[in-house]
């Protein structure tokens, strides 16, 4: 069945809220058992119950992903409860609004660290459990910042540009262990990250109405389907592409 996940591992980063909450969902819904991972155990623990009342098999990993030397402790320790890891969903993300000129390093190296830094040390920590088991999927999650500038978010959109040309890399690298790697670019969604932006720049909820063909700002569950496509068989030869789930943001000129 070519979205059926049933007997795949997959580990969702920042799969304790927001869009990993969502894609570890619709992960768990087409059969994959799920490991999610994020800094906040409380949170961690409140999605693992959520995962678990819908039926889902699942788990939940404490690390900081910024931490190399974590990243590689928590894959091993993901590949030991489940004997290995088909799917990785690298999504953990974080963002800091500030005109360019007022970052400073420290958060700029914070902010790209959490973006890149931590994605690339995650795809290659699991590699070598990927290619044991003769292949594997690696989704990376982008943003619009991946396409278009944004004025208040340089260190975010260089290291969001960076993840898609990383997950091209990773796609040609890979491609004869049987390693697909896609990037999904999510456009504005409703989460915890979107929810300060919004605070933070008071006319954002309705540029972006304005400015999405759909009409509406976008759910976690919406970039699910997208996921479930490049973590099944369906898109064994699709690798290296980066796939707008936007509404039409990005395909408009306002
Ligand atoms: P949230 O803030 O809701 O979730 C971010 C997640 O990342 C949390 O689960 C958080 O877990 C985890 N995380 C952050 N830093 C670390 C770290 N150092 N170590 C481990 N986990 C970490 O944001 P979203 O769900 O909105 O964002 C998810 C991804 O989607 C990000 O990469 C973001 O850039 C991207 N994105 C979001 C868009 C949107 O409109 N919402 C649009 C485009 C892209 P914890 O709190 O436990 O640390």
């Given at each position: 069945?070519?979205?059926?996940?049933?007997?795949?591992?997959?580990?969702?980063?920042?799969g304790?809220g927001?869009?990993?909450?969502?894609i570890?969902?619709?992960?768990?819904?087409?059969?994959?058992?799920?490991?999610?991972?994020g800094?906040?155990?409380?949170k961690?623990?409140?999605?693992?119950?959520?995962?678990?009342?819908?039926?889902?098999?699942?788990?939940?990993?404490?690390?900081?992903l910024?931490?190399?030397?974590?990243?590689?402790?928590?894959v091993?320790?993901?590949?030991?409860r489940?004997?290995?890891i088909?799917?990785?969903?690298?999504?953990?993300?974080?963002?800091?609004?500030?005109?360019?000129?007022?970052?400073?390093?420290?958060?700029?190296?914070?902010?790209?660290?959490?973006?890149?830094?931590?994605?690339?040390?995650?795809?290659?920590?699991?590699?070598?459990l990927?290619?044991q088991r003769?292949?594997?999927k690696?989704?990376?999650?982008?943003?619009?910042?991946?396409?278009?500038?944004?004025?208040?978010?340089?260190?975010y959109?260089?290291?969001?540009?960076?993840?898609?040309q990383l997950?091209?890399?990773?796609a040609?690298a890979w491609?004869?262990d049987?390693?697909?790697?896609?990037?999904?670019?999510?456009?504005?969604?409703?989460?915890a990250?979107?929810?300060?932006?919004r605070r933070?720049?008071?006319?954002?909820?309705?540029?972006?109405?304005?400015?999405?063909?759909?009409?509406?700002?976008g759910?976690?569950d919406?970039?699910?389907?997208?996921?479930?496509?490049?973590?099944s068989a369906?898109s064994?030869?699709?690798?290296?592409?980066?796939?707008?789930?936007?509404?039409?943001?990005?395909?408009?000129?306002?």
């Open positions: 069945m070519l979205f059926d996940l049933n007997g795949r591992v997959a580990l969702v980063t920042g304790n927001g869009i990993g909450l969502g570890a969902r619709g992960l768990a819904q087409a059969g994959a058992v799920v490991a999610i991972v800094r906040d155990a409380a961690s623990n409140a999605a693992l119950a959520e995962l678990r009342q819908s039926g889902a098999v699942a788990e939940a990993f404490t690390a900081d910024v931490d190399q030397t974590a990243v590689v402790a928590m091993r320790a993901v590949a030991e489940f004997g290995g088909d799917i990785l969903v690298a999504n953990a993300g974080t963002n800091m609004r500030r005109r360019p000129e007022d970052y400073t390093m420290e958060q700029w190296d914070a902010i790209v660290g959490t973006n890149l830094g931590s994605v690339f040390a995650c795809c290659q920590a699991v590699y070598p990927m290619k003769g292949g594997g690696i989704i990376t999650i982008g943003s619009m910042t991946s396409i278009f500038g944004f004025s208040l978010g340089a260190p959109g260089a290291s969001k540009g960076a993840v898609v997950t091209k890399s990773l040609c491609a004869a049987k390693i697909q790697a896609n990037c999904i670019l999510p456009g504005f969604i409703d989460t990250l979107t929810r300060q932006a933070d720049v008071g006319d954002l909820e309705q540029r972006v109405l304005d400015r999405t063909p759909a009409g509406r700002w759910t976690p919406d970039v699910a389907g997208a996921a479930v496509f490049f973590a369906a064994d030869f699709v690798t290296g592409t980066a796939l707008p789930v936007d509404g039409g943001y990005s395909s408009f000129m306002a």
